[in-house]
């Protein structure tokens, strides 16, 4: 399973910051370093940077680990300018950009911001929109033109256009709307911790849905996200999942259980080696580790043991 480092910068970061923590997940040899596209968190406004241009400056500074955006809002950027910068992040990087486009959901990032946030059932229409949009300037699409509802696209051709892939990566909780958008366009079908019940009912519509469409759904990658708390052993994980708790003003079984409910890591190295096997059985190729923490409290010792029991499972 190919693991991930993502970050939340809306919960306090500078650029440096989170340069040091890509270069970390380079050298460590992860398969990705990610990061959420927010301007601010619900609650507080701390420093932010911007997600796409703070790519631009990582894709110079590293040199094999992938550099996902896990996901850009629809509502942040016109599919023009999420197209053109993609494929340049893709140049600078050499081919180590991944794209995740989403519908945006904080209601407050929005208000506060002044940026319109239309209804969940026009975000769908103009995420589809964007997604066809995109893929047509990435010339993935019949015909170099689009004809939409929300967008149009009238160019003889898109250039430069990715130097490889350039995967396109979906993500949402959704039961129907989502998993069928991923299989009609994404290279990658990504999603929250569920149980496996709820990710097989996710997986049938996507399947449906690329089978509709022509594609392989085999060839679409099935990654999760999720927040770890891991020790070496039992008392080791008591004491993270109780520093973890009190972070929260929580109780640790509280949170313990709060984390199992919905399958995410919690355990001693051996036990998140047991989760992550069944996640690869349920067809997982790809975890997130999630640490929503300003950056400068991330501990990257902590994280290395967690990635490498779950990685080597």
């Known amino acids: 399973m190919e693991i991930a480092l993502m970050v ?5 970061g500078s ?3 989170l340069l040091g923590l890509a270069r970390w997940a380079d050298e ?3 398969a990705s370093f990610t990061r959420a596209d927010h301007y601010l968190d619900q609650e507080n406004s701390r420093p932010t940077t911007d997600a796409l241009t703070s790519f631009a400056g990582l894709a110079r500074e590293t040199t094999d680990v992938k550099l996902t955006i896990l996901v850009t809002p629809l509502t942040f950027r016109h599919p023009a300018v ?9 140049e600078m990087s050499g081919g180590r950009f991944e794209l995740g486009v989403g519908t945006g959901w904080m209601e407050s ?22 997604l066809a949009y995109v893929r047509t300037a990435f010339g993935r699409e019949e015909g170099d033109t689009y004809e939409g509802r929300h967008f149009q696209l009238d160019v003889a051709e898109v250039l430069p256009r ?3 892939s350039l995967p396109i990566i979906i993500g949402g909780g959704g039961p129907k709307k989502t998993p069928r958008l991923a299989g009609r366009f994404a290279d990658e079908y990504n999603m929250f911790m569920t149980d496996a019940e709820t990710l097989a009912g996710r997986l049938e519509h996507m399947r449906a849905a690329a089978e509709e469409a022509g594609r392989d759904a085999d060839k679409i990658k099935i990654s999760m996200v999720s927040q770890v708390i891991g020790g070496t052993d039992q ?19 509280e949170l313990e259980d709060r984390f199992r409910a919905r399958g995410m890591f919690c355990g001693t190295h051996d036990q998140l080696a047991e989760r992550a096997t069944e996640l690869r059985a349920l067809g997982v190729g790809r975890l997130y ?12 010792a902590q994280v290395s043991g967690d990635v490498t029991a779950i990685g080597g499972a």
């Open 109 to 130: 990032e929005h208000a506060r911001f002044g940026m319109e946030l239309p209804d969940l059932r026009t975000r769908f229409s103009l995420l589809y929109e964007t």
């Open 289 to 300: 580790v999630q640490h929503y923490a300003p950056l400068n409290t991330i501990d990257t």
């Open 235 to 253: 008392a080791d994980y008591e004491e993270r999942l109780g520093a973890a708790a009190a972070a929260r003003n929580l109780e640790p079984k």
């Open 28 to 30: 460590a040899g992860l």
């Open 162 to 164: 990715p130097t490889g």
């Open 82 to 90: 999420i197209a053109k910068t993609a494929a340049t992040l893709d």
């Open 8 to 12: 939340e910068p809306q919960a306090g």
């Open 15 to 17: 650029y440096e910051e």
